[in-house]
């Protein structure tokens, strides 16, 4: 499978020309000599670069050389590999003089690296065109040629460790589509291995299920609130309610051994059997917890808590709230004896549970201020101590798996809701989900004193850094997952400053509704004096490669807080379908304190490596580098 690539913005241009020139013991390089000076010291031009150096050999101002580095401390000193190349000399001859003069095998590999890096005045030792040789003649599917000799000078101009790994990730991080068919191909590996624990199956096939399919917890959640409405509504018929029950023990939300009669009971008495964090009261459940605690010393506190809780609560509406401020009333006014404390509690999680059932279903992809959904705190009332993703998913996939006609109308329904009451706000949610749960900000995660060690731990990258040291894996989950690393691992290493200028590279697979879509997105600004990203000024490329439009290239200029829009696509009605759009658009981002200057569309041209299309803007900026207009 061949995959489209982008070139990087920051490093189109600025790396040869803000990258020093370093050179080490052993590198090969092709120098003109511009001056000579006492002691065999002489001028050395090499591309853009100069060099001082000392000659080992007396040598003539102006003939070009192929040169080695024999000794760097404590001067340069060069070893000339090579007469004088006469400008009637072809390329072809000087790489063939070198390879004999190198003792380098003559294989196709080495001579166009060899060519590449004289072509580019790079300097390049005999090892290292070695391994590059063995990379190149191992590429897998969907890498080329191009890519790897691109990838290899970036390692050697960036000064980037000198792995096969960091080379693999380099080419894989400019890909703009193939990143669904990666992770799809790494979950049929993983479904057909049978050489791993069950549990890590397990937590790598809910992390994946998350990341192909991130409106599933949503989806999950709505069917859970309908379930519940179900099971709570006194009008329903029993077989409905029986069925409902049914989909909450397959779904592992409440016991097997739970009746239609006592089900509320079960789910009160998982909360309250759990120790509560006293520090901690974010969920409903959390709450609960608190309440169930309630003794003669701590009751004008707990309640004054769970009041504050209550009054703070954005996702109840103004008459929940006073339904729940009733239940506390009544409760303050009666003698604190017996199992009152226990009532109160289980009157409050009743409560609670109708309460968010009824506003999952109505408040989509809304949050608290803890950021926190309506579907999260009714899980939170059914899980003890925390909000479980993994109970939305599993009641989302036990709907989705049922022959239960009642069921599957459910799940018709539910989906038919999530998909209607889709925004920018369920994009911007589904577009944070995948990249933490991909893991990209793993490393960065880890030096923080105050991040959670266990919720990183479940991220796809670092359980597949976890499996790929797992001897006993097959060989084809090991690719599949290797090769899923190396996508994860290039966004990293395409991503970094470089001076002022700051680069963020990410590629983002989503899928809604059979609907798949390979999103790459590319940014490219500078920092302020802080250290702070400045909003004022940026160049955004995003890369989409949709079901319908196809291929199509975003290129977004923001100057000023103005911002320009160019698209590229090659779909003849774009126009018609874009401008009812527009409006909407140049409002949300007036939102946001930035003035739409215009949107232009514009047609995607043939490119003639590779068979792939790029945009004619693009294209010149792959031969001509990048003007951010800073």
Avoid at 197 to 223: C, D, F, H, R, Y
Avoid at 600 to 618: D, E, N, R, V
Wanted: glycine share 6%.
């Amino acid at each position: 499978m061949t995959y489209t690539s982008f070139n990087p913005i920051q490093t189109q241009t600025t790396v040869q020309q803000n990258q020093p020139l370093t050179l080490k013991q052993g590198q090969v390089f092709h120098g003109t000599i511009k001056k000579l000076y006492p002691d065999q010291m002489a001028e050395i031009q090499i591309g853009s670069h100069k060099l001082f150096a000392k000659l080992e050999t007396p040598l003539k101002a102006g003939d070009s050389h192929f040169f080695q580095v024999s000794n760097m401390n404590p001067q340069a000193e060069l070893k000339v590999v090579s007469g004088p190349m006469s400008p009637s000399l072809g390329q072809t001859q000087q790489i063939q003089q070198l390879l004999d003069v190198m003792n380098l095998p003559k294989s196709t590999e080495i001579q166009q690296i060899l060519s590449h890096f004289v072509k580019q005045q790079i300097p390049i030792s005999k090892d290292q065109l070695l391994n590059a040789e063995v990379w190149i003649k191992n590429l897998s599917n969907g890498m080329t040629k191009d890519e790897a000799m691109s990838a290899l000078q970036k390692m050697i101009e960036l000064k980037m460790p000198y792995t096969n790994e960091v080379f693999k990730a380099l080419i894989m991080g400019t890909k703009t589509s193939g990143m669904s068919a990666s992770l799809q191909t790494f979950m049929q590996q993983l479904a057909n291995e049978t050489n791993i624990e069950v549990q890590t199956k397990s937590n790598l096939m809910q992390q994946l299920q998350q990341i192909t399919k991130p409106l599933e917890q949503e989806v999950g959640g709505v069917a859970l609130a309908r379930t519940l409405q179900v099971l709570t509504n006194p009008s329903e018929t029993n077989a409905n309610k029986l069925q409902a029950l049914n989909l909450m023990k397959e779904a592992g939300v409440i016991p097997k051994s739970a009746t239609v009669q006592n089900w509320l009971s079960h789910s009160f008495g998982q909360i309250t059997s759990q120790n509560n964090d006293a520090t901690n009261q974010s969920t409903a459940g959390q709450l609960i917890q608190l309440i169930s605690k309630i003794n003669g010393e701590n009751i004008s506190q707990t309640l004054n808590q769970v009041k504050s809780w209550i009054g703070d609560q954005q996702l109840l509406t103004a008459s929940q709230k006073v339904e729940l401020q009733q239940v506390i009333a009544r409760f303050e006014k009666l003698p604190h004896v017996g199992n009152s404390s226990e009532l109160f509690a289980k009157q409050v999680h009743e409560q609670l549970m109708k309460a968010f059932s009824t506003n999952a279903t109505s408040q989509l992809f809304t949050t608290d201020q803890a950021g926190l959904s309506s579907k999260e705190h009714l899980a939170s009332l059914l899980q003890p101590n925390h909000v479980n993703s993994a109970l939305l998913l599993n009641v989302a996939q036990k709907g989705n798996d049922s022959s239960q006609p009642p069921v599957q109308n459910m799940m018709l329904q539910v989906e038919a809701q999530v998909q209607d009451g889709i925004n920018r706000g369920a994009m911007e949610q589904a577009i944070k989900s995948v990249l933490k749960d991909l893991g990209l900000s793993y490393e960065a995660a880890l030096n923080q004193k105050e991040s959670n060690t266990q919720t990183i731990n479940q991220t796809l990258k670092p359980q597949l850094l976890s499996l790929l040291q797992d001897p006993v894996i097959s060989q084809g989950l090991r690719e599949s997952a290797d090769h899923l690393m190396a996508r994860l691992n290039g966004m990293q290493l395409l991503s970094g400053e470089n001076g002022h200028q700051h680069q963020i590279v990410m590629q983002i697979p989503l899928q809604f509704f059979g609907k798949q879509m390979d999103a790459t997105l590319q940014w490219n600004g500078r920092m302020k004096e802080d250290g702070k990203i400045d909003s004022n000024y940026a160049r955004i490329l995003f890369y989409l490669d949709m079901d319908s439009l196809n291929e199509t290239v975003i290129d977004m200029h923001v100057q000023n807080r103005i911002v320009t829009i160019t698209v590229f696509n090659e779909n003849e009605h774009l126009n018609l379908l874009a401008e009812p759009l527009k409006a909407s658009l140049k409002e949300g981002l007036r939102e946001k304190e930035y003035q739409l200057s215009g949107v232009f569309l514009k047609p995607m041209i043939p490119k003639q490596s590779h068979g792939k299309t790029i945009p004619i803007q693009q294209k010149n900026l792959q031969q001509t580098g990048v003007d951010i207009r800073i």
